[in-house]
């Protein structure tokens, strides 16, 4: 018995030493947070720790999976993309997650950004509302072992009521106008980041910050371009 535990000691070390070995695109991930985020100022440690973790080559369709890491955004079917490396990693440092946060996310696609908020957060709450989509995703994430990740097919412009408020709305996609009920499922000292701004032009990413009595506040961060909030 005493053998046997030394061998699995000795196997889980092994594991641990060389991940490159287990997971053939560790290196590229460990590369991407380097030159992709750390370089262009995301310092955000706990953003940092799930990017490097999050495995994205699983979250792509089978044919983009070598370009996984690459500084771009990939299609993902269904006219939707999943967004470059730096957006994922900007969006999340700036609603500054953490543990004991819930956090909803409007814009499912591929899962990735829901991944990387899992890794963080204490519960995450996305709706996505191509149907394909949200089936694909949901399946994705529960075989990656994410359980306090939530996917629902529906209009994302309602939110999810049932479980608001949420310390922080991640929107995925460019809306003309920050949906009210949005709002309302913002907690007081809450933050939202959404891109607002026309389909198919360069569009405003924006921080909402819902102070005490329900007041709000809006800052643009910076240009972007987001394929469009779809509705119902």
Known sequence: ??????????????????????????????????????????????????????????LVPRDQEKNAYEDRPLPIGYGQTI?????????????????????LEIGTGSGYQAAVLGEIVDEVYTIEIIEQLAKTSRSRLGDMGYTNIHVKEGDGYFGWEEHAPFDAIVVTAASAFIPPPLIEQLKEG?????????????????????????????????????VPFTRN
Request: net charge positive.
């Open 190 to 226: 809450g933050k939202m980041v959404i891109p607002v701004g026309a389909p198919f032009t360069t569009q405003q990413l924006m921080l909402v910050e819902k102070q005490k009595g329900g007041k709000r506040t809006t800052r643009n961060l910076l240009p972007v371009r987001f």
């Open 83 to 103: 967004s470059q490396p730096y957006m994922v990693g900007y969006m999340t440092e700036v609603i500054r997650p953490k543990k004991g946060m819930k956090v």
């Open 1 to 58: 018995m005493m053998k046997l535990s030394l061998l699995i000691s000795v196997v889980i070390l092994l594991l641990s030493v060389f991940p490159a070995q287990q997971d053939k695109y560790y290196r590229e991930r460990q590369l991407m947070v380097k030159t992709q985020l750390e370089s262009r100022g995301i310092v955000h440690k706990p953003t940092l720790k799930a990017m490097r973790s999050v495995k994205r080559h699983l």
